[in-house]
T-cell receptor, first 112, second 118 residues
């Protein structure tokens, strides 16, 4: 059973546009939600993370929006660049645990 | 940020042989490391949790006799794929979290190892 649901599966955005990736979860025991960026043939790299007590977190062009009541969170990439083209995974971690549950991934392509 | 390395980065082996993959935390100690498997264009699937000084905890459906995990020190975990077969071909990724880190720290991932079994 997929603990974290992610959409869309793929996304094409024009350079300078906003990329939006959405994730949803059911387990209320999740208390930490990181986003990872993965380039082909490489391991995932942490982008940004958020806890449920915060509704939004911004780091540079990357913003996480969190809706605790709806159990949804999303990644917004502002001013998307071709170098942002990669696969993005949302993830969630239970309270007191170390392992992550990953979403299914979104392949982002930013066209010049 | 913290660095996790894997060796080798890729390996090709014949069916029936065993392959060992190393995962090292280079600048921090990790009492727990994780091994994931990723098929092309798919998500990461947790295989097992590697605990320093004790037996690994395997996820449901993962054969512990086939995927041997050893966490001999606070900076090294190894995954050995025994009697590898073509269906074991995949991208294997480890992750580790600094042992003394706070709640805000997410695990760091290694660069992955591409295993191809002929």
């Amino acid at each position: 059973q997929q603990q974290v649901k992610q959409s869309p599966q793929s996304l094409i955005v024009q350079k300078g546009g906003i990329s939006i990736i959405n994730c949803a979860y059911e387990n209320t025991a999740f208390d930490y939600f990181p986003w990872y960026q993965q380039f082909p043939g490489k391991g995932p790299a942490l982008l940004i993370a958020i806890r449920p007590d915060v509704s939004e977190k911004k780091e540079g062009r990357f913003t996480i929006s969190f809706n605790k009541s709806a159990k949804q969170f999303s990644l917004h990439i502002m001013d998307s660049q071709p170098g942002d083209s990669a696969t993005y995974f949302c993830a969630a971690r239970r309270t007191g645990a170390n392992n992550l549950f990953f979403g299914t991934g979104t392949r982002l392509t930013v066209i010049p | 940020g913290a660095v996790v390395s894997q060796h080798p980065s890729w390996v090709i082996c014949k069916s029936g042989t065993s392959v060992k993959i190393e995962c090292r935390s280079l600048d921090f100690q990790a009492t727990t490391m994780f091994w994931y498997r990723q098929f092309p264009k798919q998500s990461l699937m947790l295989m097992a949790t590697s605990n320093e000084g004790s037996k690994a905890t395997y996820e449901q459906g993962v054969e512990k006799d086939k995927f041997l995990i050893n966490h001999a020190s606070l900076t090294l975990s190894t995954l050995t794929v025994t009697s590898a077969h073509p269906e074991d071909s995949s991208f294997y990724i480890c992750s580790a979290k600094p042992g003394a880190s706070g709640r805000e720290t997410a695990p760091y991932f290694g660069p992955g190892t591409r295993l191809t079994v002929l």
